[in-house]
């Protein structure tokens, strides 16, 4: 099959119009369309539906397109290895992780690995779904569990704990609670234990419901969960690395913590040696050891 006819083919297919794919192309409708009706007419089959709301994929379309994503994938790895050739770190990043870690923890972090790498390129994708990282969904992710796939480097990064945590503010107008029989007098803040979430949180959050609490606010993500405690609406369920950098939230009820949740980082074995990727790796790295530093310091405190 003609390598250009299939390119053009998938950016058709991937902006469902002929006008939007010859935009992206730099060429003419009749161009695109030209180019698709000669592959159709080699293929001896139909690839697209086309009506006036724009073109939809016949079977044979998605079949054809689903190997023409592959190999944009396959040959944009090539590329970046191609890049990464070079001594400087620079170009696109794709990182994963999950909505609490990726907004809560990295986001904020980011501007140190600017300093450093300036003409770095981070897309940041913060998803509870684990992205395909062989199939190049993403370049690096951060994962709050060991990935499966065989053909990932990983490396185990820390452990976090779900505990309970309030404001300053808040702990000036109500009680400090002493034990669990005191928590249904206030309001828990918490994630939904059927959101997209960690199994020990849920877990966590599932034994703390037990006490019939008759106030509970819930939220789909820790970050949510972190602005309502830090406005003094109760007592919250928060991964434990948020307190280490927030002067103003107070562990409560210290006996009651989640189970250990490891976190890992992982990307693609063809990526192994990215300078890009290396770069973030040491970046992460540096930052959990400043982080644990300041941890010892807070627990002498």
């Known amino acids: 099959m003609d390598w250009d006819k299939l390119r053009i083919f998938h950016a058709v297919a991937d902006a469902g119009s002929l006008t939007h794919a010859g935009d992206t192309l730099h060429l003419s409708q009749s161009a695109v369309s030209r180019q698709v009706r000669a592959l159709e007419e080699s293929l001896n089959t139909t690839l697209f539906h086309r009506h006036a709301r724009g073109l939809i994929l016949t079977e044979q379309g998605e079949l054809l397109f689903d190997a023409t994503r592959a190999m944009t994938k396959r040959l944009d790895a090539a590329s970046a290895r191609i890049r990464d050739s070079e001594e400087e770190v620079f170009g696109e990043l794709r990182i994963t992780t999950t ?12 501007s140190r690995l600017y300093d450093k ?38 490396k185990r990064l820390m452990s976090v704990r779900m505990r309970l945590y309030a404001s300053r503010d808040y702990l000036t107008t109500h009680d400090i609670p002493e034990t669990m029989e005191d928590l249904p007098e206030h309001r828990l803040i918490c994630q939904n234990v059927n959101s997209e979430q960690v199994s020990a949180g849920a ?20 970050f949510g969960c972190l602005q309502a405690v830090r406005n003094g609406l109760g007592i919250g369920v928060l991964p434990d690395y948020v307190a280490i950098d927030d002067a103003e939230l107070v562990r409560v009820l210290p006996e009651v913590e989640s189970n250990a949740v490891p976190v890992f980082l992982a990307f693609p074995e063809e990526l192994r040696q990215s300078k890009r990727i290396s770069a973030f790796r040491d970046f992460v790295l540096e930052q959990i050891g400043e982080q644990k530093k300041r941890a010892q310091m807070v627990d002498k405190e």
């Open 203 to 222: 877990t966590l959050v599932r034994e703390l419901m037990s006490y019939d609490l008759p106030n509970v606010l819930t939220v789909n993500n820790y």
């Open 99 to 110: 909505i609490g870690f990726g907004s809560l923890w990295l986001a904020p972090r980011l």
């Open 117 to 154: 790498y300036p003409d770095l390129n981070i897309n940041l994708m913060l998803d509870e779904r684990v992205l395909d990282l062989p199939m190049r969904e993403a370049d690096v992710a951060i994962r709050m569990k060991e990935p499966s796939q065989a053909d990932l480097v990983r």
